[in-house]
């Protein structure tokens, strides 16, 4: 099993980056999928999640009307669209198999390794 996560990098607030992640070694399109943010000094927070067939989705509040998650099941890919980035977005984004947002933990389900988000200017 497999996860790897693209796309991150410095952008200035207000930038963009679209942030990929491409499974193998499960059936991808079976499960529910989420993009997890681990920012300095905190905790693991669900930033967004999709049901596996691409229908309804999870937004935190903070990331609302500025990111987008979508999922390409016949390429086993994962993404997140991020506009309007602020600084408080900064973090290690991970993709990973959706779990329970108030008990997320690295020890249940697949992960990939992260990328890193900086929002500086």
């Known amino acids: 099993v497999q996860l790897v996560e693209s796309g991150g990098g410095l952008v200035q607030p207000g930038g963009s980056l679209r942030l990929s992640c491409v499974a193998s070694?499960?059936?991808?399109?079976?499960?529910?999928m989420m993009w997890v943010r681990r920012a300095p000094g905190k905790g693991l927070e669900v930033v967004s999640s999709?049901?596996?067939?691409?229908?309804?989705?999870y937004y935190l509040d903070s990331v609302k009307g500025r990111f987008t998650i979508s999922r390409d099941n016949a390429k086993n890919m994962l993404y997140l669209q991020m506009n309007s980035l602020e600084t408080e977005d900064s973090g290690v984004y991970f993709c990973?198999?959706?779990?329970?947002?108030?008990?997320?933990?690295?020890?249940?389900?697949?992960w990939g390794q992260g990328t890193q988000v900086t929002v500086s200017s």
């Open positions: 999709i049901m596996s067939g691409g229908g309804r989705t």
């Open positions: 990973a198999t959706e779990q329970s947002r108030l008990t997320v933990t690295m020890n249940r389900g697949y």
């Open positions: 070694g499960f059936s991808f399109s079976v499960y529910d």
